[in-house]
């Protein structure tokens, strides 16, 4: 394994052949801006503003998720560089420590991490969709849930037939070629960062409401109304408080740690850029300054949007606002019950963006697993236009199966199976970011005369501080969100017998 993982390290910087160079810097910028931008930014300031309990908080928390964003993605220009190859982080993870923790990134981006986001953001364009059109709805069953066992339900609504069919349409339109899925990347994602900055501009200067910048900004350090975050498993009742962001010093720390979730999901797929390297003109230099460029426009919007939901409303209405909609609470305020339609159609155009990159991108990590001999071996052809046609398809498949299969919940209604899983592995997804983090040391010690077109930011100041604080994180989150942290481990640590199966079969991985 060792030799082939030397072999391929070898090869690092040669074409890959078939793969189309079609995606220069302002495409992987776009790339790397519409993968970031879904729905969460919309949505997430309620559950953040709850568990903050301030107007400081809710912008301090979206602070912390842009410099560790950031952070990571100037890291990762480097690992880029240094193997701009396609499959990205699974390539990083592979040539630093071992084909075994390439595969199990590439094993947890495949089953949840990217299939679990895709079928959760075609379920949001299915909903929006639904605001326009009221018979796309949940509840109109064109295949009644029927039960599998006590927890589990398969179902097909409108609701879902129209997330699926979503991810068909995207899934079709990139396997004819990386020329068009940029464009439509290109397209989609200026016109969501076009109308994520008329949210800023309207909620800073159109809905500003002076009672409501009085109210946040004459308190804004003062906890409000924060959410009690307690223990996340019976046993540590007993040897840890529940705690609230008014509980001094640890009750902040706590409160901050358990906002990332949130905030970091929804700034979360800046590293798929990384996963098109064999297809980006210039590698070596744009794959990097796509993710640094890519990361600060949508952190800065970021941070703006939730600016402007302080000047429109105050916190209480952020905090309380109905279905957690507060971009929709913020655009009522200036133009009542229309605002509400307005704000979908921003969604609609927002989550279609935003599956096209993930859906572009996914497909290339399940290509490089099959060139090693890690994954079914047709993922690993591309087709007559340059694109892994099979990958797309099969990763296409399981986002179906993710989207059909639901769960029971014990008042008799059914959630959504991807989204236990997202909770699940929000956990593993920092483990992976700090491992690859970590990469760089390893390899700067173990590869030191390896070409490094670009060096990591402020190394290596900049990369541990990334990696104490995604550890500090995960501390919180193994304590207050027990429940959704050990089985996303469990996820993971699935993949080992399943590495052991392929590298099996294929003995010269």
């Not at 995207?170 to 020329?179: K, S």
């Amino acid at each position: 394994m060792a030799e082939a993982a030397s072999q391929t390290t070898i090869a690092a910087g040669r074409e890959e052949p078939g793969f189309v160079r079609a995606i220069g810097l302002f495409d992987g910028t776009m790339i790397v801006v519409g993968s970031m931008i879904g729905s969460g930014i919309f949505i997430v300031a309620a559950d953040i503003s709850r568990q903050t309990g301030s107007a400081a908080g809710l912008l301090l928390a979206w602070i912390i998720t842009g410099l560790l964003t950031i952070s990571a993605a100037l890291s990762y220009g480097e690992l880029a560089a240094l193997f701009p190859r396609a499959g990205g982080q699974y390539i990083y993870l592979r040539e630093a420590y071992s084909p075994l923790w390439g595969f199990l990134y590439g094993w947890t981006l495949f089953l949840v991490i990217q299939t679990g986001t895709i079928a959760a953001v075609a379920i949001g364009f299915a909903r929006y969709l639904g605001v326009l059109f009221p018979a796309i709805s949940p509840t109109a069953w064109i295949i009644h849930p029927v039960n599998l066992g006590s927890k589990y339900a398969i179902s097909l609504s409108v609701q879902q037939l129209v997330g699926i069919l979503m991810i068909v349409l995207i899934t079709f339109l990139n396997t004819l070629g990386v020329r068009l899925g940029k464009w439509i990347q290109n397209i989609f994602t200026s016109a969501k960062t076009l109308s994520l900055i008329g949210l800023i501009f309207l909620g800073v200067f159109v809905a500003r409401n002076h009672a409501a910048i009085a109210d946040n900004f004459s308190h804004f350090w003062t906890a409000r109304n924060a959410q009690p975050i307690e223990p996340g498993a019976n046993f540590l009742r007993g040897l840890i408080p529940t705690v609230t962001a008014a509980s001094g010093v640890f009750g902040l720390f706590v409160a901050f740690g358990v906002a990332q979730v949130g905030s970091l999901f929804s700034a979360d797929a800046w590293n798929n850029i990384g996963f098109t390297a064999a297809e980006v003109k210039n590698p070596k230099r744009d794959v990097a300054l796509s993710m640094a460029l890519g990361t600060i426009i949508v952190i800065s919007l970021y941070c703006l949007a939730n600016l402007a939901y302080l000047f429109a409303l105050p916190l209480s209405q952020i905090q309380n606002a109905p279905d957690d909609r507060v971009a929709t609470a913020a655009l009522n305020a200036i133009f009542g019950p229309a605002g509400a339609i307005i704000m979908a159609v921003a969604i609609i155009i927002s989550t279609f963006g935003c599956n096209n990159g993930l859906i572009l991108a996914g497909s290339r990590v399940a290509y490089a697993m099959a060139k090693d001999g890690l994954f079914f071996r047709a993922t690993g052809k591309l087709n007559s236009r340059g694109v892994p046609g099979v990958a797309l398809f099969y990763q296409g498949i399981w986002i179906a199966v993710l989207l059909l299969l639901r769960t029971r919940k014990p008042d008799g209604t059914y959630g959504n199976l991807y989204s236990d899983l997202l909770d699940y592995v929000v956990f593993s997804v920092l483990i992976f970011y700090a491992l690859t983090i970590a990469g760089i040391f390893v390899l700067r010690k173990n590869r030191p005369e390896a070409d490094r077109p670009y060096r990591a930011f402020g190394y290596p100041a900049v990369p541990a501080l990334y990696i104490v604080s995604a550890l500090a994180i995960m501390f919180v989150l193994l304590l207050y969100k027990t429940q959704t942290t050990w089985p996303g481990l469990v996820i993971v640590l699935l993949g080992v017998p399943v590495y052991w199966f392929w590298s099996r079969r294929n003995p010269a991985t």
